[in-house]
């Protein structure tokens, strides 16, 4: 195979280390070796245009708006990107105060401004608060079975709903409010879809629901766009580190590899691109999504991957979470309004839904976060939506999505006259082909020793050279899977990792894990 030239090769200079993803992981990762001074020969190689990942910001509506990651869940001292977000002052000043890092949020949804019903009535706010208090209750409850023996059922959703089901028996009121409440809760269980990343809570294991680490903090976003803080990791990486549309088609690993510049050096890992390309290096930190890995997983290792890691990665969950932003030209919603909920008075979570997608699958949808404006002629909804409704969005025009969202709020609002969005723009994570879906989960069947497990490095014995494959990337943390924070501490995990290696000596400020 014929390698590629280019930054330090071929000098000698230490070992050559080569980064697989330029998301916030791969980026941490370099960032900290680039540092050191034994890794002069590092390279990142990007499978797409830009850098960051599913931290995505786009210019839209006259400002910023974040297609992938949105807050900083849990702002505060413990919290890296909370760190580097402050220190390269990228933050409001509110976001800063030590009010803001010490308030305890629970990793609950705030409460929506308003709730509309599917009968064009809002649901009452008594109502709506009495609902959450009893969900987010439920919620706090599944923590107790982390590490237990005995869960009384597999999942959460499960869990959930048999409490539900047993509280629900002894409500006194008449059949139409108790149908709303189970409504109201059906909404509830699809934030939590959308915080989780999954199509149902019936997929996420029950025990360890609660190794989920929340912060302190309350979580806040990046006025200028939360890339600002990828582009800033980027400045600071020599120029040609990063290769950018070079996809990574395959991992070989346990050889034992030659190129032709340099004379007799044997490297035990060769990264061959789409491209044909083909990069020798003594290390590699694979940071690719896990969907990404879960497609590619027969083609993307050679060797494969040991069977307990591949099992890992099978049996770890990976799900779709979308947003969709629409632009309107008038508010139609009070100017104090944040969050505007959508109940679908004819669903409820102890009940199935067997209708077709395309006829149903805006019933997913949470409702919809009201953007603070950028200028005064402005006015965004941003909409969230999980699972295979999700899914099924994606492969709608976009034209389909403002006409169903559309009649949506027509009916929700009870008003038919109300003007359409001048635009909609949405994400569509799980058919970018270097993502396939949004952030991992603990599914049923599996536990916190898989995401342990895709963590280790390869090879496992030690026998042959060490540390040839390392893994990053948000789906290899533990307690903070799924979010950026997680993701930037796996990297700096795995590069710090590199660095006692190839540096006995070094102070290093983890552990990370
Ligand atoms: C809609 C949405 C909302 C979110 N909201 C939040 C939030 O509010 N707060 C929060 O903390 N987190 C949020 N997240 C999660 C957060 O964005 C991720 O956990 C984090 O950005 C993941 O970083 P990463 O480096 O692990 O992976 P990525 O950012 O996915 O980076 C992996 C990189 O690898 C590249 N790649 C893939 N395959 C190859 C290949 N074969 N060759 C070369 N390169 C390859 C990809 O192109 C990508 O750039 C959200 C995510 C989504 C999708």
């Known amino acids: 195979m014929e390698s590629s030239g280019g930054r330090a090769e071929g000098s000698g200079r230490g070992p050559r280390v080569l980064v697989v993803g330029g998301g916030i992981a791969g980026l941490g990762a370099a960032q900290r070796l680039c540092r050191h001074p034994a890794f002069p020969q590092l390279r990142v190689l990007e499978a797409t245009a830009r850098a960051g990942g599913r931290i995505r910001s786009e210019r839209g509506f006259g400002g910023v708006v974040e297609l992938g990651a949105h807050w900083i869940h849990g702002p505060s001292q413990g919290n890296p990107v909370f760190q580097l977000a402050a220190k390269y002052q990228l933050l409001r000043e509110k976001d800063l105060s030590e009010e803001n890092q010490?308030?305890?949020?629970?990793?609950?949804?705030?409460?929506?401004?308003?709730?509309?019903?599917?009968?064009?009535?809002?649901?009452?706010r008594e109502l709506v608060v009495e609902m959450a208090s009893l969900f987010y209750g439920l919620i706090d409850q599944t923590r107790e079975f982390l590490h237990s023996a005995d869960a009384p059922v597999p999942s959460v959703g499960e869990y959930l709903?048999?409490?539900?089901?047993?509280?629900?028996?002894?409500?006194?009121?008449?059949?139409?409010?108790?149908?709303?409440?189970l409504a109201v809760l059906n909404s509830f269980f699809n934030?939590?879809?959308?915080?989780?990343?999954?199509?149902?809570m019936d997929l996420v294991a029950l025990v360890p629901f609660g190794e989920y680490t929340v912060l302190p903090g309350l979580d806040c976003t990046f006025p200028g766009g939360y890339q600002g803080l990828t582009n800033?990791?980027?400045?600071?990486?020599?120029?040609?580190?990063?290769?950018?549309?070079?996809?990574?088609?395959?991992?070989?690993?346990?050889?034992?590899?030659?190129?032709a510049s340099s004379l007799g050096e044997t490297f035990p890992v060769l990264v061959e691109c789409e491209d044909g390309a083909c990069f020798p290096a003594h290390?590699?930190?694979?940071?690719?999504?896990?969907?990404?890995?879960?497609?590619?997983?027969?083609?993307?290792?050679?060797?494969?991957l040991p069977t307990e890691k591949a099992e890992a990665i099978r049996k770890m969950g990976f799900g779709t979470n979308n947003k969709i932003f629409l632009e309107f030209e008038e508010p139609f919603w009070e100017p104090d309004c944040q969050y505007i909920?959508?109940?679908?008075?004819?669903?409820?979570?102890?009940?199935?839904?067997?209708?077709?997608?395309?006829?149903?699958?805006?019933?997913?949808?949470?409702g919809f976060l009201v953007l603070p404006s950028f200028d005064r002629s402005v006015h965004v909804l941003c909409?969230?939506?999980?699972?295979?409704?999700?899914?099924?969005?994606?492969?709608?025009?976009?034209?389909?999505?403002?006409?169903s969202l559309t009649q949506v709020l027509r009916r929700v609002t009870g008003n038919a006259q109300l003007p359409a969005p001048r635009s909609v723009l949405r994400s569509r994570w799980h058919s970018a082909p270097y993502t396939r879906g949004s952030y991992s989960y603990v599914a049923v069947g599996?536990?916190?020793?898989?995401?342990?497990?895709?963590?280790?490095?390869?090879?496992?014995?030690?026998?042959?050279?060490?540390?040839?494959?390392?893994?990053?990337?948000?789906?290899?943390?533990?307690?903070?899977?799924?979010?950026?924070?997680?993701a930037l501490l796996s990297g700096w995990r795995e590069a710090d990792r590199l660095i006692a290696l190839r540096d006995p000596q070094a102070q290093l400020p983890g552990p990370w894990l």
């Not at 800033?232 to 030659?258: C, Q, R």
Request: hydrophobic content about 35%; overall charge negative; proline content about 5%.
């Open 232 to 259: 800033h990791i980027m400045a600071s990486l020599p120029e040609d580190v990063i290769v950018f549309n070079k996809p990574v088609k395959t991992v070989h690993w346990n050889g034992s590899f030659k190129e």
């Open 161 to 181: 709903k048999k409490e539900i089901r047993q509280r629900a028996a002894s409500w006194p009121e008449d059949e139409e409010t108790r149908k709303l409440k």
């Open 341 to 366: 909920q959508v109940v679908w008075e004819d669903t409820s979570p102890l009940e199935d839904v067997t209708s077709e997608l395309r006829h149903v699958w805006f019933k997913k949808l949470i």
């Open 191 to 200: 934030v939590e879809c959308c915080v989780s990343g999954t199509h149902s």
């Open 283 to 304: 290390h590699v930190i694979v940071t690719v999504p896990l969907g990404f890995l879960k497609e590619h997983l027969d083609t993307f290792f050679e060797p494969p």
């Open 102 to 124: 010490l308030t305890e949020t629970g990793g609950h949804v705030g409460l929506p401004s308003v709730s509309y019903g599917s009968s064009g009535v809002s649901v009452s």
């Open 446 to 486: 599996s536990t916190g020793d898989d995401i342990d497990q895709l963590a280790q490095p390869l090879p496992t014995d030690g026998a042959e050279a060490q540390l040839q494959i390392l893994f990053a990337g948000e789906a290899t943390h533990r307690t903070f899977y799924s979010t950026t924070h997680g």
């Open 383 to 403: 909409g969230f939506i999980a699972g295979l409704e999700s899914e099924f969005m994606e492969s709608l025009s976009d034209e389909d999505v403002l006409l």
